[in-house]
């Protein structure tokens, strides 16, 4: 009798225990705005993960966060950036507010991914250091952006962005659909 209890525990107590990192994993990779996020992920043509793992590594999702810098909000934008992209992209609105933080910061990184034709590692750099300094490193003959960036900041922020990507699609799907398990 004790060994069929003892089974019968096993068997409940082992799905029980496989969701556990799961939810740890969920509780230091929280989700919020993630309709908005799928929205303009497809409205911009960028990853929903993508847009997650950005606001991951610049504000864990801290809609009031502000940079030393004065960089603002989700995507952590900074107003000279919100007036370009408002200026290229005709989005208008407060780019403290979230949802607008999120629709210029998804353009934004769709503008980059354009102009460093897909190369993710250049694009994340530049969103982190800015286009001036990326063109900058990219004259210099033989720059690899895996190995060459100058800044270990935006080296680890590029490896951080890329990273907690792959976490919001383990964790909650590639389209950011899997909020509930």
Same mark, same amino acid.
Not at 24 to 31: D, G, K
Not at 57 to 82: C, D
Not at 99 to 106: H, S
């Given at each position: 009798?004790?060994?069929?209890?003892?089974?019968?525990?096993?068997?409940?107590?082992?799905?029980?225990?496989?969701?556990? &990192?799961?939810?740890?994993?969920?509780?230091?990779? &929280?989700?919020?705005?993630?309709?908005?996020?799928?929205?303009?992920?497809?409205?911009?043509?960028?990853?929903?993960?993508?847009?997650?793992?950005?606001?991951?590594?610049?504000?864990?999702?801290?809609?009031?966060?502000?940079?030393?810098?004065?960089?603002?909000?989700?995507?952590?934008?900074?107003?000279?950036?919100?007036?370009?992209?408002?200026?290229?992209?005709?989005?208008?609105?407060?780019?403290? #507010?979230?949802?607008?933080?999120l629709r210029m !910061?998804?353009?934004?990184?769709?503008?980059?991914? !354009?102009?460093?034709?897909?190369?993710?590692?250049?694009?994340?750099?530049?969103?982190?250091?800015?286009?001036?300094?990326?063109?900058?490193?990219?004259?210099?003959?033989?720059?690899?952006?895996?190995?060459?960036?100058?800044?270990?900041?935006?080296?680890?922020?590029?490896? #951080?962005?890329?990273?907690?990507?792959?976490?919001?699609?383990?964790?909650? !799907?590639?389209?950011?659909?899997?909020?509930?398990?």
């Amino acid at each position: 009798m004790v060994a069929v209890v003892l089974g019968v525990c096993a068997l409940v107590a082992v799905p029980v225990a496989l969701r556990i &990192p799961d939810t740890v994993e969920r509780a230091t990779h &929280p989700l919020e705005y993630e309709e908005t996020i799928r929205r303009v992920g497809e409205e911009h043509g960028v990853e929903p993960t993508l847009i997650a793992g950005v606001v991951y590594a610049e504000s864990r999702f801290g809609h009031e966060s502000e940079s030393y810098q004065g960089a603002y909000g989700l995507m952590q934008i900074l107003p000279s950036t919100a007036d370009f992209i408002s200026e290229r992209s005709g989005i208008q609105g407060d780019y403290r #507010d979230p949802q607008t933080n999120l629709r210029m !910061g998804a353009w934004y990184l769709s503008y980059l991914d !354009g102009r460093y034709s897909g190369d993710e590692r250049l694009v994340l750099a530049a969103y982190n250091s800015g286009e001036g300094r990326v063109d900058g490193w990219l004259s210099d003959e033989g720059f690899d952006v895996r190995r060459d960036i100058p800044f270990a900041e935006t080296r680890q922020y590029v490896d #951080d962005v890329l990273e907690a990507r792959e976490d919001y699609e383990n964790l909650y !799907g590639r389209n950011l659909d899997r909020n509930s398990q």
